[in-house]
């Protein structure tokens, strides 16, 4: 089963968004016009408390995008962002949302960030999304969304290990890092993801 999972298509992450990345929003078009040709849709969305502990404004005198150590890991604080029920944390309004039939939240524990649609960041919480694809016999994942470097890279790198076949539409993702994200694509292609392009599906 063709499956297309859409990684955090929300505002924050968007031109004039709390943590926005260059020509995000540049991607809903392009979902759109392919996202009809899968047999299953689904996103997942960023969705923390206030006072998030990867937020910056959660740790006196440190400022976005500092790295601190963090129950053990290694943590990068952002700006406050996709906080639950605010403007932000939804999805931008010109993506097509008829065809996704169901939606993954993550970073709702205020102690653990959760990059990847599968597991939070120390891979101690499943999110369920491995379950329902199994169950769905959704073998053949396609990934797009935001950003490419983080939540797009680790969600990669979980569904590699559980086993599933991986494609990256990569017109369809825009990182905040393009030269993290250069180095990633090597080390994903090296691992088995398939690259591909939209045009291609
Ligand atoms: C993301 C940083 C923090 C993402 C989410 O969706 O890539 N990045 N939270
Ligand atoms: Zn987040």
């Known amino acids: ?47 923390h408390p206030e006072g998030h502990s990867s937020f910056a404004s959660s740790h006196k005198g440190k400022d976005p995008f500092d790295v601190i150590e963090w129950k053990g890991m290694k943590q990068t604080l952002w700006p406050d962002h996709c906080v639950q029920g605010s403007g932000g944390a ?34 101690e919480k499943s999110t369920g999304l491995s379950g329902y694809l199994k169950e769905k016999k959704a073998n053949d994942l396609y990934f797009c969304g935001l950003a490419a470097d983080i939540c797009v890279y680790f969600t990669l790198k979980d569904a590699l290990k559980e086993g599933f076949n991986v494609h990256l539409i990569e017109d369809a993702t825009r990182p905040l890092d393009s030269d993290d994200f250069e180095q990633q ?17």
């Open 185 to 201: 694509k090597q080390e994903l292609k090296s691992q088995g993801v398939k690259i591909i392009k939209s045009n291609g599906l």
């Open 90 to 123: 939804n999805f931008h309004a010109d993506l097509k949302t008829n065809t996704i039939e169901a939606i993954f939240r993550k970073g709702m524990n205020p102690n653990i960030d959760s990059y990847s649609g599968f597991y939070d960041n120390g891979h």
């Open 1 to 47: 089963m063709k499956t297309l999972i859409i990684v955090d298509p929300q505002y924050d992450f968007m031109p004039g968004g709390a943590l926005e990345i260059k020509d995000g929003d540049q991607i809903i078009p392009i979902i759109n016009s392919f996202s009809q040709k899968f047999d299953l849709v689904v996103a997942t969305q960023d969705w």
